[in-house]
């Protein structure tokens, strides 16, 4: 393993990186020596869609968080193109998914998805119109309900509706398909995928699912536990658009074959979690 | 005549089939149908039979339920004058203590430190029977009508208070990441996040609170009887002259400004909360 595993981004300026530099975050009442995150390293280059994969509890979300400006760190720095992650929040430049979809119950669906544009007016960020967001993401006629009447892929579709509003330069999802079946899953993939190429983003997507990560993604970065470090970053060199056809071929078996051998790596790289017990 | 060939080979139904019963859930039933009210209607008139015997046999613990209708046939506009008097108090009171305490939940929301100063106070007199303040106050304030909308405004004040602190605080943290990702301003996300979430607590803190103003306007007029009106007043002159018929009355109008608050209440919360799990059994 390099000293210093990054992507293709390494000759890029910083202003089109994202770009975090041995960042260590040990939580409150956390152990010391096993911080959540551990001397973490990553570029993650303009409008490139980079998942993160690891076992449970190897900071994923924490690092989604920080690259989103909502978590405070021990060391190191965290720099979205070129300014910090606040700043960038400031200028609504940011679109968080949640991995619960966090939407307004008491708002309907075209109010929730407009709320971007209701707050933080000072930022001046011209949105999407959200009957087309609806449309975008297959629920053009369901603008008048309200979330409790959505099914949970309904709702997870508002929120990146919601997400995608202010098109942001960074869209960070943590899990956001984690609920549902197999095939819901997959056509959001593809509708996620469409939706990002439109719009030109750069997607840091948390994800357990490999198979889920090589559909989607440019490069994928495999992180071990305990402490939270980054054990490989693998590009996957499948063409776009990808569709159906390619996401079942043979190259792409052969692609989630190695996330998963390295998975496994990261797996044994890391200390077993506390509160597994062997049976 | 070829169409009717098969009619006739299909074998007819040796007698028409029960009409369908549908099961009906528990719950699900209309308030209408007899199942729904037989068993209250049963214990009403089982009670007052009850009354009835008891009344028969001592006078002096219970009146006719005969009289007790009389009283209020005959003079509705002396309850009707005085429950006025005292829902004003309960209403008036009620206002100014769920208000200020909405208020202060909000400073105590926004500025920690005051949290922290004023909240184990809250506590504590959530729990005091604050009612026991009411002579105290009317020697304060004299006979008129501020200390009884001071006892009242103290009653509702804490649990109002309480809830809405709770309510303010009670932000899923990924619908506060949302609204911190995009920059929103503590007023927004006081306006647009934390007071509707904190709805559900303040209506559950009012359904506790409204009916609990009539008890606390009512032990002021206890407390200032002779001097002012209220139907706290009438039963304590009607008692001290053992009219109980008159007592009863007033209780059975007091009963009634309860049921009438909680339903407005209850129709408020319909309205606002239509959003919230609590409604959605009631609405489907
Ligand atoms: N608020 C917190 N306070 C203390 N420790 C925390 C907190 N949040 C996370 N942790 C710890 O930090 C580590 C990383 O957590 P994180 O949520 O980032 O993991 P994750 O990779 O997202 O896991 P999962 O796949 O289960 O969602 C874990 O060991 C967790 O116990
Ligand atoms: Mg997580």
């Known amino acids: 393993m390099t000293p210093f595993p990054t992507n293709s981004g390494e000759s890029r300026p910083a202003s089109d990186l994202i770009r975090v530099r041995d960042l260590t975050k040990t939580y409150a009442g956390g152990d010391p020596s096993r911080p959540a995150l551990d001397r973490v390293s990553i570029d993650i280059p303009r409008r ?15 690092l989604l968080r920080v690259i989103a400006g909502l978590e405070g760190y021990d060391s190191g720095e965290a720099t979205v193109f070129g300014t910090s992650p606040k700043a960038m929040c400031a200028n609504k430049a940011v679109g968080l998914v949640p991995q619960t979809p966090a939407l307004l119950p008491w708002k309907n669906v075209r109010r929730n998805i407009a709320l971007p544009q209701k707050v933080n007016r000072r930022a001046g960020r011209g949105g999407e119109d959200p ?32 997400a995608f509003g202010m098109r942001p330069e960074v869209l960070l999802m943590d899990e ?35 198979r889920e990560a090589v559909t989607l993604s440019d490069e994928i970065v495999v992180m071990s536990a305990r402490p939270g470090r980054i054990h490989e970053v693998l590009p996957v060199d499948l063409p776009r658009p990808r569709d159906t056809a390619l996401v079942n071929s043979p190259r792409m078996h052969a692609m989630e074959d190695r996330v998963r051998a390295s998975l496994e790596s990261a797996w044994q790289a890391g200390a077993a979690p506390d509160d597994l017990v062997a049976l | 005549m070829t169409t009717q060939t098969p009619a006739r080979t299909v074998p007819a139904p040796s007698r028409p089939a029960p009409p369908a019963r549908r099961p009906r859930r528990r719950g699900n039933r209309s308030p209408f149908h007899p199942a729904t009210w037989t068993p209250a209607v049963a214990v009403l008139l089982l009670l007052g039979a009850a009354w009835t015997a008891v009344a028969a046999e001592h006078p002096y613990i219970l009146p006719e339920l005969g009289e007790v209708g009389t009283a209020l046939v005959t003079s509705p506009l002396v309850f009707l004058e005085n429950a006025w008097r005292t829902l004003r108090i309960a209403l008036l009171g009620a206002l100014i203590g769920a208000g200020s305490a909405f208020v202060l939940a909000l400073v105590m929301s926004e500025i920690p430190v005051v949290r922290r100063a004023l909240m184990p106070f809250a506590v504590v007199l959530n729990v005091t029977p604050v009612v026991a303040l009411a002579p105290p106050l009317v020697v304060a304030f004299g006979f008129g009508m501020t200390p009884k909308v001071v006892v009242t405004a103290i009653i509702t004040f804490f649990p109002v208070l309480i809830n809405v602190a709770t309510g303010l605080r009670s932000v899923p943290p990924p619908v506060l990441h949302v609204f911190e990702t995009l920059h929103a301003s503590r007023l927004e996300v006081l306006l647009r996040l934390r007071i509707p979430s904190s709805l559900p607590y303040t209506l559950a803190a009012l359904r506790v609170v409204l009916p609990l103003s009539i008890v606390g306007a009512v032990v002021a007029e206890f407390v200032t009887a ?42 408020i919360e319909h309205r606002l909360l239509f959003w919230h799990e609590s409604q959605r059994r009631a609405s489907s």
């Open chain 1, 48 to 62: 490139h869609f980079v998942s993160l994969i690891g076992p449970s509890g190897c900071g994923k979300s924490t």
């Open chain 1, 131 to 162: 009957d087309d967001l609806l449309r975008m993401v297959g629920l053009g006629e369901l603008g008048h309900r309200y979330p409790h009447e959505l099914s949970g892929g309904q709702q997870q579709r508002v929120a990146i509706a919601r």
């Open chain 1, 176 to 210: 956001p398909f984690s609920a549902l079946d197999e095939f819901t899953r997959e056509s959001l993939q593809l509708q996620l995928l469409a939706m990002w190429e439109r719009m030109a983003t750069t997607v840091v997507f948390v994800t357990h699912s490999v």
């Open chain 2, 226 to 267: 002779g001097s002012s009106g209220g139907l706290g007043t009438v039963i304590s002159n009607a008692a001290s002259t053992a009219r109980l018929d008159f007592v009863y009355s007033a209780i059975f109008c007091l009963a009634a400004l309860g049921v009438l608050l909680l339903a407005l209440v209850t129709a």
